[in-house]
C-alpha cells in the first residue's frame, strides 16, 4: 500500500504478520537490517551501526551493476518497538520516519521519507515508491525465513485478494481498459492457475526418485536472494495459454482462492520433510525444490498487488467519466 502526503514525502506503508519486536528487531540488528536494506539487486556492507539518538550509520550500498553509494545517516530518535527517526545526510538530504503500530497480532509499518527539495520528489517520486515497496518486499521475506513459517505471511497476502472480491461488482471484475490490458478477474484467475501449478511442482518434488545436484540459474538466484519478483511488468507471450479467463464470477475466485490456502496449509507442515535436493526445473529459474516453489505462491500473490491497485483505479476513472 502507497500514500504519498505532501509534495517532499513519500510514505508506504504495510502490514506484516509478525510482532512489532521482530519486525523493530529487523530494523536495529544489523546483521538482519543489512540483508533486506535497498532495493532488488542491492547489497550493503556496514562500517558503523549505533542505533541511539545521535548514533551514526555508514554504509556502502552496492548496486547490481557494481557501483558503490555510500551513505552516512544520524539517528535521531528511538522508542523501542515503536519509532525510529534518522537522518540521511549524503546527497539528497532527507529524514526517515518508521513507526510501528500493533494491528491484531500483526505490525503495521509506515516508512515516511521527507526530503529537503520539493523538486527532487517531483522527478522520483515513481522511482522512490518501487524502490521502497521492494525494500518492504526483502524485509517481508527476511521475517518469514527467519521465523520458517511462510504460510501465515502468505495467508495474509491473499486474504487481501479475498478481501477485495467482497467489494467487486460483476462489471468492476470484468473491466478492461485496453484489449491487452488483464481485467480484474483475468488477474485473479492467473493468479489461481499459476498457485495451484507451484503447488502441483511441490508434489512432484516430494515424489522424485533421485537428487538433483544443479541449482537455480542466476536469475532464479537473485529472485529468491531478494525474497521478491523484480518490480517490472512481465508480459507473457500472446496465445490462448496466457489469456486468463474473463468469465468467472467473485464467488468462483473466492473458492479459487479457499482451494490454494487449502492446499497450501496442507503442505506447509510436510514441508520440512522434503529432502532439499529432490528439484524440478522452472523455465526460468532452474531448478528448484519443494520450499522454493511453495515460496514462489506468496511472492507471486505479493508481486502483483501493485496491479491489482492500478486495476482497480482504472475502474474508477472511467466509471467516473
Known amino acids: 500500500m502507497t500514500t504519498n502526503i505532501g509534495d517532499n514525502e513519500v510514505v508506504n506503508s504495510r502490514t506484516f504478520a509478525f510482532s512489532r519486536k521482530q ?14 536494506w535497498g532495493p ?4 550493503s556492507t556496514f562500517q558503523e551501526f549505533d542505533p541511539r539518538p545521535g548514533g551514526e550509520w555508514r554504509f556502502v550500498m552496492h548496486g547490481p551493476d557494481g557501483t558503490d553509494y555510500p551513505n552516512r545517516s544520524m539517528f535521531e530518535e528511538i522508542v523501542p518497538y515503536e519509532r525510529i527517526v534518522l537522518r540521511h545526510l549524503n546527497a539528497p538530504p532527507f529524514q526517515i520516519t518508521a513507526t510501528f503500530a500493533e494491528a491484531d497480532g500483526k505490525t503495521l509499518l509506515t516508512f515516511r521519507q521527507t526530503f529537503e527539495q520539493i523538486s527532487f520528489v517531483k522527478q522520483n517520486r515513481e522511482f522512490l515508491n518501487s524502490a521502497n515497496e521492494q525494500n ?9 525465513e527467519l521465523k520458517g513459517n511462510f504460510m501465515e505471511q502468505y495467508a495474509a497476502v491473499i486474504g487481501e485478494y479475498q478481501s477485495a472480491l467482497k467489494k467487486y461488482s460483476i462489471p468492476q471484475l470484468r473491466y478492461k481498459s485496453a484489449p491487452d490490458v488483464w481485467s480484474l478477474g483475468q488477474m485473479y484467475d492467473h493468479l489461481i492457475l499459476a498457485a495451484l501449478d507451484y503447488l502441483d511442482q511441490v508434489e512432484r518434488c516430494a515424489s522424485a526418485a533421485e537428487e538433483q545436484p544443479e541449482g537455480k540459474t542466476a536469475g532464479g538466484a537473485a529472485l529468491f536472494e531478494a525474497g521478491a519478483f523484480p518490480d517490472i511488468r512481465i508480459r507473457l507471450p500472446d496465445g490462448p495459454e496466457n ?5 468467472r464470477g467473485t464467488d468462483e475466485l473466492r473458492d479459487g482462492l479457499d482451494v490454494v490456502l487449502k492446499r497450501m496449509a496442507e503442505w506447509e507442515s510436510r514441508l520440512s520433510e522434503v529432502n532439499h535436493n529432490l528439484k524440478v526445473k522452472h523455465d526460468g529459474f532452474g531448478w528448484l525444490n519443494a520450499q522454493e516453489w511453495f515460496q514462489m505462491i506468496g511472492m507471486h500473490f505479493r508481486h502483483h498487488l501493485r496491479q491489482k491497485s492500478e486495476l482497480e483505479q482504472k475502474y474508477t476513472d472511467a466509471d467516473q467519466n
Not at 23 to 36: D, G, H, S, Y
Not at 136 to 144: G, K, N, Q, Y
Not at 243 to 247: F, Q
Open 40 to 43: 532488488l539487486g542491492f547489497s
Open 243 to 247: 489469456t486468463p479467463d474473463n468469465s
Open 136 to 144: 518492504l518486499d526483502r524485509l517481508e521475506a527476511l521475517l518469514a
Open 23 to 36: 519486525v523493530f528487531e529487523a530494523w536495529t540488528t544489523p546483521e538482519r537490517l543489512a540483508r533486506w
